[in-house]
């Protein structure tokens, strides 16, 4: 079954670190992109960061860049998110997503085919 099982969101305080883990099942993982991305209630999901697990070849947004790490793990077939000092307005949820075959990251959600359900971030000022 494919399937991408996000975990690690909870609440953190401003300033303060979380690291998200998505764990991949089910298709070439190793010859993929995965990616990172997030929406706010009423808001288009947008991307935060990627990575080519292939060559580890990484993407990042503005809005992650600096604060935000992606990294892979191909023997436990997972990729992380390491999100350092945390603000209020990275308070939604964060999906991961992927897309098999491909090396060249994109940071937009639509080439992607494979979501996860989800994890909550929540940082309190």
């Known amino acids: 079954e494919v399937s991408l099982v996000e975990s690690g969101g909870g609440l953190v305080q401003t300033g303060g670190s979380l690291r998200l883990s998505c764990r991949a099942s089910g298709f070439n993982f190793a010859d993929s992109i995965i990616g990172w991305f997030r929406q706010a209630p009423g808001k288009e999901r947008g991307g935060v960061s990627c990575?080519?697990?292939?060559?580890?070849?990484?993407y990042s947004a503005d809005s992650a860049e600096g604060r935000f790490t992606i990294s892979t793990d191909n023997v436990k077939n997972t990729v992380y998110l390491q999100m350092n000092n945390l603000k209020p307005e990275d308070t939604v949820i964060y999906y991961c997503?992927?897309?098999?075959?491909?090396?060249?990251?994109?940071?937009?959600?639509?080439?992607?085919?494979?979501w996860g359900q989800g994890t909550q971030v929540t940082v309190s000022s």
């Open positions: 990575i080519a697990t292939s060559d580890g070849s990484t």
């Open positions: 997503a992927a897309r098999e075959l491909v090396n060249l990251c994109v940071g937009v959600p639509r080439p992607y085919a494979i």
